[in-house]
């Protein structure tokens, strides 16, 4: 998230913008990636329960993490404009959940947006919160598609590291006292 972590606001949606799925995308991106029939080969996909071909779940994630990325540095840009210094995002720990929920189709529409659900310092990482995100997609029909439940990394704008932790962090970089420190955590 490009916004501190003290500034960002629980159950604030941020869309991310959409993105029409074309049958020679969803091909190529399939054949790089997720070679299986029904994402490559239309005659087989049709003859198939599926009905025809459908994007590979990973290409409509990877749509949505672009969408979210682009996003992001959208709203760093925008909070310099308005002569703010951005928050600082940190890595992904990981994903909670994800499903797929409805398949995604030549000419579909999907509509992503992410929601932080919530918001909590860091037990690991001193400076740093962690947020809980929703990251959903959505058809032209209102369907969902797509849903995952994300965490990541966010700085807090005003830590300063305690004395003891800097003193700490001090002694491990001893040659003597800093082995023997750096095993007993």
Request: overall charge positive; proline content about 6%.
């Amino acid at each position: 998230m490009t916004r501190w972590f003290e500034d960002i606001v629980i159950d604030e949606v941020f869309p991310l913008g959409s993105h029409t799925f074309e049958e020679a995308e969803i091909i190529r991106f399939a054949k790089l990636y997720d070679p299986q029939y029904f994402h490559v080969d239309p005659e087989r996909a049709r003859q198939s329960h599926f009905g025809g071909i459908v994007a590979s779940g990973w290409h409509t994630v990877s749509v949505g993490h672009r969408k979210m990325v682009d996003a992001l540095s959208a709203e760093s840009d925008r909070l310099r404009g308005l002569g703010q210094e951005p928050g600082v995002s940190g890595p992904s720990p990981g994903v909670n959940s994800m499903e797929f929920k409805t398949p995604v189709r030549p000419g579909d529409t999907v509509t992503y947006e992410l929601i932080v659900t919530d918001k909590r310092h860091s037990n690991s990482l001193p400076g740093w919160g962690l947020l809980f995100n929703q990251l959903t997609a959505r058809n032209q029909r209102n369907e969902i598609v797509y849903r995952a439940d994300l965490v990541g990394f966010s700085k807090l704008r005003d830590y300063r590291t305690p004395l003891k932790l800097k003193v700490l962090l001090a002694l491990t970089r001893l040659p003597v006292i800093g082995p023997r420190l750096r095993r007993s955590t």
